[in-house]
């Protein structure tokens, strides 16, 4: 492992000076070979998936895994469309000059060498190198074993590819070794790695957090929240509470709680429930929205604490009913998990009042908790969601794969 | 423990909202406090020093423990230096539209809890104190034991005044236990504690770095070289060693390793050795910089190995002659620890390339490493300088104390 990592840092040292073009062609390069290498990565993902289905897995984790045509063009795709985004090296950040005659820039540089963990989605080793060699990082990739055939094949096309353009093949290096001490040794590399992104559930997240020596980004876990005010338009806050929960209940921006102010829950907490368990919903109720829907004939749970809790994943929503602004924002403040909250209502001094006291990534007026990510940001690309305060905050995108140093040019100063 | 920093984190929700005047007006109450208290201070501190001369101190470390009318003004100056800085919270660092017309704002922010782990000098109290309190975070401050009656008496005058002036006194908070666990609660514990910022010796820092669950920033450790080009004007190539090298050999920005170009290390090392010498310098010199030596009357020892890894903090210098700027390169990228190296040359072209490929915080040209400083960069306070890459890098100022968040106004907007 440590040769691969040392591997890694020499290719690094390079790719802090390749050019945007070099880096473009090499992007290039790397969708024609895995457009070559078509026949080899499916010969390879067929082993992966029958692997897969010997082991009797689900059919989502199944298809998580599987990789057609259609699914590797969508790959290539993804690396032209990184390609067209400008690269972030080399900026300016701020230039100024001191009273002293100093003249000090602060300069975006890449990281060195970014290790990526993550489980069994085969696009991620296409595109997160993407992502590191535009930003001019070497990645050390360490998969899920479950996609570790599929892994090798396209590790092997995008090594080729970076040699073809005369580029190191070593700004991508894949941990063959699957067993969980390769991760351990990769979060504690410090001096070989700058930094660790696990991307995955939040068993691995917690795993990397607790062990990690080397700076880690935490991605992911999203309990969040929509929160409707006493003065909300309740036809919006409907499409909102909707289209939170059920555009796509299995990804971390969707919301897991509808909180509503006690003022418009017996007009709202009927409508709301018959509209989304008709759109297969199952309901978590507290005592207060339990009692508004005695005379109707919708079926809901009583919500337990752990359901307030939980980030499900799934077509099931936590609904309780609040006093006031205060008491959504402590409840928020207790159970949320600092992804993106949500607050309707026309009321801009309430509003202003919850953007500025939650403390989340991402907090909205008006508008679905289901807009936090990359490509909705405008970013054109994303690395996952960073739910820590620590250097990025909310989607990733390239700039985020970015630190910076300051350029100092003196005329032979020296300090008094 | 954790009682405590429940408390900070109470006080951290209701800072986020705290405008700047009354935070100014928290920090000017806080330097009247500790006049105030001046006697209680000094008599405080009495029995540290007392019991530190007990323990057979040097007086070095007795002098960093030492507080005097003096020293006390010192930080209540601080504060006002402070005080008048701009408040980087609420800061709109990007603002930007979407097609659909969601309102995407990127909000300065403070992190929250902000634990600080120290060792002896007393008046990283007030400082971190007022850094914290001007960016709207609360402080968790777990000093060393040798300094505990100084900094109960100062955390009393600072909680005091934020309570006059009607804040949370938990803006504030002492860690009172003074054993080793009390570091590891503080760093482990996820979900109460933002960031923690150990600022000390290298065994305190690696014993956060491998510990820490919290995000941390590392800070610190320099081994810092000046590198002499081929093309240099030796006059201002010896005064900036002799800066680097002299002005203050105990900090992390001194430099610690002199490279020289060896066209040029005939004319240049015999110099260079008179003048340090006189100045008191010990020199570590490698072979070919030891034969250029043969025939003065300078005593220096042979270089070892561990030399050029070893960050002296004292009036040692270790001296190489290289062949190429090449091997000033990677001698730098085996042995430097990524904080501040410098070049001096007449060759811009030179220059260009040695800023481009050193990955360190600050990379100069024609300028002492000694610069690498908050106040030197005009941030007008420092709270360490870090060597690492996430988050920040180098010397950080209050801006480097917040963290962002993303707020964003819709109209009912949803995705789909």
């Given amino acids: 492992m440590k040769s691969e990592l040392i591997r890694a840092r020499e290719a ?8 945007e073009s070099q880096k473009n062609e090499a992007l290039f390069a790397m969708g024609e070979q895995i457009l070559c290498s078509t026949d080899a990565i499916l010969t390879a993902n067929a082993k992966d998936v029958e692997a897969a289905k010997k082991r009797v897995e689900t059919t989502t984790r199944i298809d998580r895994l599987l990789l057609n045509e259609h699914r590797i063009q969508m790959m290539v795709d993804g690396l032209h469309e990184i390609m067209a985004l400008p690269d ?17 820039e602060q300069v975006r540089v890449p990281f060195g060498v970014v290790g990526i963990i ?12 993407a992502l590191t060699v535009k ?22 096309a995008l090594r080729k590819a ?3 353009v005369l580029l190191p093949s070593d700004l991508v290096v894949m941990v063959t070794d699957t067993d969980r001490r390769s991760v351990d040794d990769l979060i504690r590399a410090r001096g070989l790695v700058d930094l660790v992104i696990p991307r995955g559930g939040a068993g691995l997240i917690s795993h990397v957090v607790e062990n990690a020596t080397v700076p880690v980004i935490e991605t992911g876990v999203g309990n969040c929240h929509v929160y409707i005010d006493s003065h909300a338009n309740l036809a919006m806050a409907l499409d909102i509470i909707v289209n939170a929960k059920t555009d796509r209940p299995s990804v971390c ?39 508004l ?10 919500a337990t604490e752990e359901d307030f809790a ?34 309707v209502t026309d009321e801009n001094e309430v509003a202003k009042e919850f953007l500025q006291r939650i403390d989340a990534a991402a907090v909205y007026h008006n508008a679905s908790t289901r807009f936090t990510d990359g490509y909705e940001f405008g970013f054109g690309a994303e690395l996952g969601i960073s739910t820590q305060k620590l250097h990025a905050r909310g989607p990733m995108g390239l700039r985020e794969l970015t630190s910076y140093k300051y350029v100092i040019r003196g005329n032979g100063h020296i300090r008094r």
């Fill in 135 to 156: 930003t001019g990082n070497a990645v050390v990739l360490r998969g899920g074993k479950e996609a570790f055939e599929t892994n090798i094949a396209l590790t092997v």
């Fill in 118 to 129: 993550y489980e069994a989605r085969p696009n991620v080793t296409v595109d997160t190198s």
């Fill in 12 to 19: 690094a040292k390079i790719a802090r000076t390749v050019s």
């Fill in 253 to 291: 921006n969707a919301a897991e709680t509808l909180l509503i102010h006690s003022a418009v829950a017996p007009s709202f907490v009927p409508i709301a429930a018959e509209k989304l368990t008709k759109l297969g919903v199952e309901l978590r109720l507290d005592a207060k929205a339990n009692h």
């Fill in 88 to 104: 972030p090296i080399g900026e300016v950040i701020e230039i100024w000059t001191r009273p002293n005659g100093l003249r000090i």
């Fill in 293 to 302: 829907l005695e005379n109707e004939s919708i079926i809901a749970k009583q």
């Fill in 310 to 343: 939980t980030e499900f994943l799934a077509p099931i929503l936590a609904v309780k009913v609040v006093e006031s602004l205060d008491e959504a924002i402590d409840h928020i403040g207790h159970y949320g998990t600092g992804h993106s909250e949500a607050i």
């Fill in 162 to 164: 970076l040699h073809d």
